[in-house]
């Protein structure tokens, strides 16, 4: 790195932290408007009573042990432990990974794409309004955006210098990522997939595959194993999965919200059973209604596809309160241009697929994984990185092309004269 990029470097991150501590310090601080059990656990945690909640369906029932994935509550659990329970500190360590995923989001459009492309990228990270707006709020979504960069900065220097210290830091990674959300768990077949068309030797395949599922399983196993002394029986993810799966996929989905949102059930049915127990009864409620409804649940898949890409949020969602109309036109100023461009350096870079597969498995995969469950606008958060780098490279390329017409004109007219 020379001098001028590390200056780039530290002006765009500069800015880029400034900006969260700014939107931070205007909030009020002093209460988490999220919830959504996530400061529960970690207060918790920090209070020496362990990783639980209390009954979501019957406040004084039996505890929850494992109703939400583990790393975003450790990640709270651990700045409450160093500065105390205080909402603003918890912010401020959103607002560090949030301005460390600027640099990462830089380093990986740089090597995937070009230089350029990657300080455009890491220009349009700094200062994109969805990564500023959700340091604010004690949601996993920074979290999560942030472990899935770190799993491909290492990811794809490792396999293009076959190094396996950063092979291994990949599948570390990967395995945080699970356990801040589940979904990534089967991410590691794509990564197999990418592999293979990188055309690795079979001994290298096998042994990079290898260490990153043994980097893994290093991170899941422990939630495994104490769930299992628990609970007595498998739990892989979070106990909250089945009522995620229900939710969305039931007779009043789509009815009360847009999001498709519908809490139809009675807590008492719930009443001295095990969390393991409630969950099982919500999967097999969710898994009935879309084998005897597919032509509704295909509905359903179609309006979640639509809630996942659309480029404003509604308003009867939001943290704390709803978005307002200023929301939705801001929204709708820098979303919509990100995703035309992000089309156009899809198209142009499509020469380079082998190598960019990986980007496009993890956009594929991710949002495919939520849209056949359960998607809202936010849940789009952590792959919108990848869609700002295609669109750096749409508009390098672009740029690229009105130099060399400049140039061309400029040498036609001299020729002229």
Not at 21 to 32: K, M, R, T, Y
Not at 248 to 263: Q, R
Not at 398 to 417: D, P, T
């Amino acid at each position: 790195m020379n001098k001028k990029e590390g200056l780039f470097i530290f002006l765009v991150l500069c800015i880029a932290m400034c900006l969260r501590l700014l939107w931070i310090f205007h909030l009020d601080n002093s209460v988490d408007v999220w919830g959504d059990w996530w400061d529960e656990i970690a207060s918790n945690l920090i209070s020496g009573r362990g990783f639980v909640v209390e009954n979501p369906f019957n406040p004084g029932d039996i505890p929850y042990y494992s109703w939400r994935p583990p790393a975003f509550p450790l990640f709270l659990a651990g700045i409450y432990a160093v500065f105390g329970h205080k909402f603003l500190y918890a912010k401020i360590g959103l607002a560090l990974i949030s301005t460390f995923s600027v640099l990462l989001g830089y380093f990986i459009a740089k090597r995937l794409f070009n230089p350029f492309t990657g300080r455009l990228t890491a220009i349009a990270m700094a200062i994109y309004p969805t990564f500023i707006f959700f340091t604010g709020y004690l949601a996993p979504e920074t979290l999560t955006l942030f472990l899935i960069l770190l799993t491909i900065f290492f990811l794809t220097g490792g396999i293009h210098n076959s190094n396996s210290t950063s092979i291994l830091l990949a599948g570390l990674s990967l395995g945080c990522t699970v356990m801040c959300r589940t979904i990534m768990a089967l991410f590691f077949i794509f990564i197999f997939i990418w592999l293979l068309l990188m055309g690795k030797s079979k001994k290298e395949l096998w042994k990079s595959f290898f260490i990153i599922i043994t980097g893994m399983l290093v991170i899941i196993l422990p939630w495994v194993v104490r769930n299992y002394k628990i609970h007595r029986t498998i739990v892989f993810h979070s106990t909250d999965a089945g009522q995620a799966l229900f939710i969305n996929n039931n007779p009043e989905s789509f009815k009360i919200e847009p999001s498709g949102t519908a809490f139809v059930y009675n807590p008492s049915e719930f009443l001295h059973l095990s969390e393991v127990e409630t969950t099982r009864i919500f999967k097999a409620r969710a898994k009935d209604f879309i084998v005897h409804n597919p032509a509704t649940y295909l509905k359903y898949v179609g309006k979640r596809f639509l809630n996942f890409w659309r480029p404003v949020p509604y308003k009867v969602s939001g943290p704390g309160k709803a978005y307002s109309y200023l929301h939705q036109i801001i929204s709708g100023i820098y979303t919509i241009p990100v995703f035309i461009l992000a089309l156009l350096g899809l198209f142009y870079s499509k020469g380079a697929w082998r190598k960019l597969f990986i980007i496009y498995a993890l956009i594929i995969y991710y949002s495919g994984t939520y849209i056949l469950v359960r998607a809202i606008i936010r849940y789009r958060m952590p792959v919108e990185p990848y869609l700002i780098m295609f669109a750096a490279y749409g508009i390098a390329v672009l740029w690229q092309r009105y130099n060399i017409s400049k140039a061309i004109h400029k040498n036609y007219g001299e020729k002229v004269s």
